[in-house]
């Protein structure tokens, strides 16, 4: 089975700083795809960073393009998102997603086959 863990979600204040982190059985061949995406209360699932292990190359949302920033490690399995500059609108359950057959970043969930149980991120003075 396979199994991605999130962890790092926390309480911050407007304007601080967080690193997710994701653990995973081992998305680091081309053709792979590691993702974050974010659920708020009574909105749907968004889109906010991926990197693809085909050229590195990686899509941000534009709503945290400039302070979102996620990055990989294979050779611990891990793929990280630091999100520095927190806003009100930023709090949500944010979720690891992989796919090993997508190739290139999508910001669509549904292409997405493998996924976490996601950690909370609450932003609040």
């Known amino acids: 089975q396979v199994q991605l863990v999130e962890s790092g979600g926390d309480l911050v204040q407007p304007g601080g700083s967080l690193r997710l982190s994701c653990a995973h059985p081992g998305f680091t061949f081309k053709g792979d795809v590691l993702a974050w995406f974010r659920q708020a209360p009574g909105k749907e699932r968004e889109g906010v960073a991926c990197i693809s292990n085909t050229d590195g190359s990686t899509l941000y949302a534009d709503s945290v393009k400039g302070r979102f920033t996620i990055s990989r490690d294979s050779a611990k399995n891990m793929v990280y998102l630091q999100m520095n500059s927190l806003q009100p609108e930023d709090p949500a359950v944010y979720y690891c997603?992989?796919?090993?057959?997508?190739?290139?970043?999508?910001?669509?969930?549904?292409?997405?086959?493998?996924w976490g149980q996601g950690t909370q991120v609450t932003v609040s003075s």
């Open positions: 997603a992989a796919d090993n057959i997508l190739a290139y970043c999508s910001g669509d969930g549904t292409l997405y086959y493998y």
